[in-house]
């Protein structure tokens, strides 16, 4: 590592709870001009990685979804049809999509779901990470500068897994695998993307909030009747949800009212959220009982904060 690299790396993990091994490797793959995959499930720091990566390399972070849509013309970019017709097909009306734009400028071209992209479009991609350089008809051929780079970003939990991808472009990319963090960092990340919202709150009382807001998320992750779980998204919205409700009904700490009450924050931040097994014939409110039970009332010590 340069001694830049390592001022780099110091100033991003200012904005990232956590993930220093994430961190040192993606800083590797990038810094060694490499491609990268990160595979993991929602929410767990793809996104907040690199952006903290651009933003401390100031350079340009350009996302496109990988579905359907994202056809070649999508991805690369096309000709204004209504120039055209008036002024015929020129470099002028070439209106350039998300990869002309992360190659023109330097940027990281990120596509989440890249495993949904459609065969064509990876080709196009394929020969763009290959060559550093596209050549569009009527455009010319484009050069990448040197900051150029293509992180892709997968759910290993997608029924569309990594065998959609071909050799080819599995071949060209480093990857990352990504796990949720620990309790702690999770609890941390609440703190940190509530404090706004939540400054109005007893200090103890929102330590024990986001205690169990977190110990609840991570529950819907072990449960044997959910298929996927919720990310520490869910946690932090329970955390909002749950103080706007304990306000509102002005609740304390000690108040009985407290646990029925996270019962309701909970359904409504990851009753949506959490996917059941497909086999079960139940409502995600009874699922989410259950866990709820397990954590306000046959393990009370779990539930205390500390
Ligand atoms: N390590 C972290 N430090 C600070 N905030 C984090 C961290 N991990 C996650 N978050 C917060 O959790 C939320 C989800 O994180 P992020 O968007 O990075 O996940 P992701 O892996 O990109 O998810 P998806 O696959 O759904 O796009 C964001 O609000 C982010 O601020
Ligand atoms: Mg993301």
Known sequence: MTVELVEVRAR??????????????????VSAGRDLLLEGPPGTSKTTLL?????QWHIPLVFVEGNADLTPARLVGHHNPSRVLREDYSVDNFVDGPLLDAMRS???????ELNRAPEDSLNTLLTAMAERRITIPRVGT??????????????????????????????????????YQDAEAERRIVALRT?????????QLAERMRHDAVALTRRTRESEDIRQGSSVRGAID???????????????????????????????ALSGRIVL???????????????WEDHFLLDPARAAPG
């Open 51 to 55: 952006s903290a990566i651009t933003a």
């Open 12 to 29: 991003i993990s200012t904005d990232v709870v956590g993930r220093d091994r994430e961190l040192d490797l993606a800083l590797a793959a």
């Open 195 to 203: 404090a706004e919202r939540t400054a109005n709150l007893d200090p």
């Open 277 to 291: 097994e497909q086999t079960l014939d139940t409502t995600p409110e009874a699922v989410l009982r259950v866990l």
């Open 106 to 112: 330097g940027g990281f071209l990120y596509i989440e």
């Open 142 to 179: 484009v050069h990448a500068l040197p900051t150029f780079r293509v992180v892709a970003s997968m759910n290993p939990f997608d029924n569309i897994g990594t065998s959609r991808l071909s050799t080819s472009i599995l071949d060209r990319l480093c990857r990352i695998a990504i796990g």
């Open 238 to 268: 329970l955390m909002l949800v749950a103080s706007e409700l304990v306000t509102m009904r002005a609740i304390s700490g000690d108040d009985d009212r407290y646990a029925e009450t996270f019962y309701d924050a909970l359904t409504l």
